[in-house]
């Protein structure tokens, strides 16, 4: 389900998502014509947001930053994943926003750019004509549809500011926020840039997701690693370093942080215990529970119900 509020004369937009893996919040800024600005809190598994037709290859810009979580994105048939502190930028022949999210956890930003408006108006802030997001794009992913800056400090300070500043002030900061963040990946130095271009395949991720899917669908179940190799065919290094491209860790803490986002859902859409919930995933005390789902929710599990209970489905 989809809720949107109008703000602002449409220059901000709001929208709420919910299905049966969790909840989403978007807010979206349009700072220049062409460009929108959206913060992103997610607590679920994927979610289509309304996709531009295709008309013409390069002609969209797309940067992510990711703050918490981790978030998948695919280009050429191939996926690679952000972890907290790392910005893609991708060039596409669409305005891509078809989000997946292998841990349900994720914020961010993200910045989408339609390259044939954009740029039309960018002369009247830059002296520099070549400072426009699609040479920006090029620049840094060269030959390659994408690229990844790995924790990069620079960038992260532009990201991370943009999160302090209060609500009434957003809009107009932004607009200064995208022009730097340009401006930094214009004369930034490619050796220092921690750029990465790897990728995972698609035969590869869907294996993973098979076995994600098995863990999920058996997440009450006492789940071994030995287990997991036989049931799948695939011997353990293998089985290790697939998820660790994929989730960023190895299986049995796969497995922990999935009963803990079970978890965190019965305590959003129920009035249990957490003491009965604790027991549910395998828990008998309610403090080794609390503790571990903090670790890996960020709160406790009576802030959390506290918090993500305000989001209801509609």
Do not use: W
């Not at 309304?50 to 930053?65: Q, W």
């Amino acid at each position: 389900m989809i809720f949107e509020e109008n703000t602002e004369a449409s220059l901000i937009k709001e929208y709420a998502f919910n299905n049966e893996t969790g909840d989403a919040k978007i807010t979206i800024y349009r700072i220049f014509p062409g460009i929108e600005v959206a913060f992103v809190s997610v607590h679920m598994d994927h979610f289509d947001f309304v996709e531009a037709e295709k008309e013409r290859d390069d002609r969209y810009v797309g940067f992510h930053y990711c703050k918490e979580g981790r978030i998948e994105q695919e280009v050429d048939g191939e996926f690679f994943y952000l972890m907290p502190g790392d910005c893609s930028i991708v060039i596409r022949d669409k305005h891509y926003k078809k989000f997946s999210l292998p841990m349900k956890h994720y914020h961010g930003i993200g910045i989408g750019i339609d390259t044939d408006i954009a740029e039309e108006h960018f002369s009247a802030f830059l002296q520099d004509h070549r400072i426009t997001p699609a040479q920006v794009a090029k620049r840094i992913c060269g030959e390659h549809h994408s690229a990844i800056l790995r924790c990069d400090l620079s960038l992260g300070k532009i990201f991370e500011d943009c999160y302090s500043i209060p609500e009434e002030q957003r809009l107009d900061y932004l607009k200064i926020k995208m022009l730097e963040l340009l401006y930094v990946l214009h004369n930034a130095k490619m050796d220092d840039a921690h750029i990465e271009e790897t990728t995972v395949p698609r035969s590869q991720v869907a294996l993973v997701k098979r076995i994600a899917s098995y863990i999920s669908e058996n997440i009450n179940e006492k789940i071994t690693v030995k287990e997991l190799t036989g049931k799948f065919s695939v011997s353990d290094t293998y089985l290790q370093n697939s998820f660790r491209l994929v989730y960023g860790m190895p299986v049995i803490s796969f497995i922990r942080a999935q009963k803990m986002q079970c978890a965190a859902q019965v305590l959003i859409h129920t009035e249990r215990s957490v003491d009965d919930i604790a027991e549910e995933f395998g828990y008998n005390n309610e403090s080794k529970f609390s503790a571990v789902f903090k670790k890996i929710m960020g709160d406790t599990p009576s802030i959390y119900r506290k918090e993500h209970s305000k989001v209801k489905i509609l």
